[in-house]
């Protein structure tokens, strides 16, 4: 398994990203080559390779027609000056106009979206109803766009991030001066519960694009998991800070096992009904929580009582302790981290005399092990009117998984 890993110890934009995927290896004239797929004109890439405290990195310039050239080295794209205004709207069509991948454009239209939901938020608005000033710019198109193209050539099996850093203090952009972290990038990250935390810095670190890419990218944020590395990126912004200002790509790959951190959420309920349980296990779910269950125990004066434990992405915790605390009548929960082997798994098609049902299929090493879907073998059991052990029988012996 390929795991890609975001290091945000500096934060990150969408310049930064681009210039990390070139010095993980996507190659500038393939990702020139795909962008020119897009309905643009005016633009070009240009890479450069600088030094960040010493330590050697890429640097990636849009240069576009739409703003002079004095302004072209600035770190944050949100402060490049452009007469460009256009709304999710106008930048959705143009990517659906385009001739990238299917991919490319389903991934560049969710950050976009992303992006639109937050602006919205913060100006009292719909996200049909954003103008997008800068962002709405060709480099921050190009921007976005490739950063997409770069995670399908990559093709990475699973994407994850480090905390998120940013300064503080105050930043200029179209509406004025306004706070660090920029309110844009504070909705992107609170809707989608990841954390953030504030460096002793002066200075943004961390753009909307940028956090609106990672937000959509990876799958759960914290130390980097346990991975052979097989090479890095360095993405390296254009302001000077007292650490180095660079985003950092790791590549890396792991065994058959699939080795993962996550955090264990548990508390024990002694006044809460078994049918509100089940439903608490529903939105734990629903939540994101990668496993939930219940053990009956004894609390003190030997009260009959359920221990509930819940496994979930630290990105996560804040909702899963929001649904604990507000539909049962826990007052407090534990939360300790733990380390997880999962075996790669894929969907499969498995035939059987009555149909197909859909099934897991996992490998450990030369053996391959076939779990069917419990609600598709129970649908197609009502439908055919055969008992549902000999479809669950049948096809969990069946080799012939397409």
């Known amino acids: 398994m390929n795991i890609l890993y ?11 990203t681009l210039s990390a995927f070139i010095d993980l290896g996507v ?7 795909e962008l020119k797929k897009l309905p643009l004109e005016g633009w070009e890439l240009r890479v450069s390779d600088v030094s960040k405290h010493g330590i050697k990195a890429k640097h990636v310039d849009v240069i576009t027609d739409e703003r002079p050239h004095a302004h072209k080295g600035l770190h944050l794209f949100h402060h490049r000056h452009s007469h460009e205004h256009r709304t999710m709207a106008d930048i959705a069509a143009l990517i659906a106009k385009s001739d990238v991948s299917t991919k490319v454009k389903d991934l560049s239209d969710k950050i976009f979206m992303r992006l639109a939901v937050a602006e919205a938020k913060v100006h009292g608005t719909t996200p049909d109803k954003v103008h997008f000033h800068e962002v709405g710019a060709i480099d921050s198109i190009i921007d976005i766009v490739g950063a997409a193209i770069c995670i399908d050539i990559l093709a990475p099996d699973k994407i994850c991030a480090s905390v998120l850093h940013d300064g503080y203090g ?8 306004i706070p660090v972290p920029a309110p844009a990038v504070v909705e992107v990250l609170a809707a989608r519960k990841v954390s953030i935390r504030q460096l002793d810095i002066e200075g943004e670190m961390m753009t909307p694009t940028g956090a609106a890419i990672v937000a959509e990218l990876a799958e759960n944020f914290g130390p980097m998991p346990e991975m052979r590395i097989l090479k890095t990126g360095y993405g390296a912004g254009t302001k000077e800070f007292p650490v180095p200002n660079l985003l950092r790509l790791f590549m890396g790959e792991t065994d058959d096992g699939h080795h993962h951190t996550c955090t264990v959420v548990e508390t024990n309920i002694d006044d809460t009904t078994p049918e509100i349980l089940g439903y608490v296990m529903e939105r734990l779910f629903e939540a994101g929580a990668r496993d939930v269950f219940f053990t009956p125990i004894y609390m003190k004066k030997c009260r009959p ?20 605390f507000t539909e049962t009548s826990t007052i407090g ?3 300790y981290q733990v380390r997880r082997t999962c075996l790669p798994r894929k969907t499969v098609t ?12 996992s490998i450990y090493g030369d053996t391959r092990r076939i779990s069917i879907e419990y609600d598709d073998a129970r649908r197609l059991a009502k439908e055919k009117g055969v008992p549902l052990k000999e479809i669950l029988f049948y096809a969990s012996t069946s080799n012939d998984a397409q």
């Open 27 to 33: 190659k500038p004239g393939q990702l020139a080559g």
């Open 6 to 16: 975001f290091d945000c110890f500096s934060g990150i934009s969408g310049d930064m």
């Open 170 to 177: 105050f930043v200029n952009c179209q509406h004025g001066r």
């Open 333 to 335: 929960v534990r939360k």
């Open 305 to 324: 009582a359920t221990r509930i434990n819940v496994m979930c992405d630290d990105a996560d915790i804040p909702a899963v302790e929001h649904i604990l």
């Open 350 to 361: 498995v035939a059987t005399p009555y149909g197909e049902v859909q099934a897991k299929e």
